[in-house]
């Protein structure tokens, strides 16, 4: 999986920062990058993609209020 995120985020740098913790539905991690750190969550259910999809258009609809400060969602 190491060689998927090196490709997807286009990094030579993928380094564990943390392992966060807090959730019950995915499995998350902060990495270093060669772009600097990134939040990735993880989860191999089955409907999982339509989860992160859903997750990433309400994040895009936050940001594009302009209000308050939220992840920028790159996947």
């Not at 990094?11 to 392992?19: I, P």
């Not at 998350?28 to 339509?50: P, Q, W």
């Amino acid at each position: 999986m190491e060689d998927k995120l090196k490709k997807e985020l286009q990094t030579n740098t993928l380094e564990v920062v943390d392992d966060i913790s807090g959730g019950c539905i995915s499995s998350s991690k902060s990495y270093l990058t060669d772009s600097g750190r990134v939040f990735i969550k993880f989860n191999k259910k089955e409907h999982a993609a339509r989860m992160f999809n859903g997750e990433m258009e309400g994040l895009l609809a936050i940001v594009n209020t302009q209000t308050i400060r939220v992840p920028k969602p790159i996947k």
